[in-house]
């Protein structure tokens, strides 16, 4: 079974994707705020898309190892839009909002001892985030199709 699951080249192709984009989190949040947060690795939103990365890689190599006029590439064509945009756009505004209401809650209750978990903020991406995280998947994709 694991022999079976190896020889997948696309899902291969995805989880290495999905892994990069990751692993790289980290990094990227150092170079901008020179702190070293090893669970930005864990988190969702972040530079680069991890979500965009994934879906991006799966559906270029459905395409690059199955034929791009098969249903599955059509279905992940379809699924990579809902997922990429999905990401960028209402889970980034999901974000903004928590911001917001963080703000809020920091600005009523200062000083005075109320115990209000924060909200989430950084749950979606920017574009550039999304631009980055596809241009890894078509990294990772045509580079697993050239390997095989």
Known sequence: MLEELFANKILIAGLIAWGLAQLLKTPFEYLWTRRWNWGAMFNSGGMPSSHSALMTSTTLAIGLF????????????????VVIYDAAGVRRQAGIHAEKINLLFRELFSGHPVSQELLKEVIGHTPRQVIAGIALGITVAVLTWLAA
């Not at 199955?66 to 839009?81: E, K, L, Q, R």
């Open 66 to 81: 199955s034929g791009f006029d098969t249903p599955a590439f059509a279905i992940a064509v379809a699924t990579s839009m």
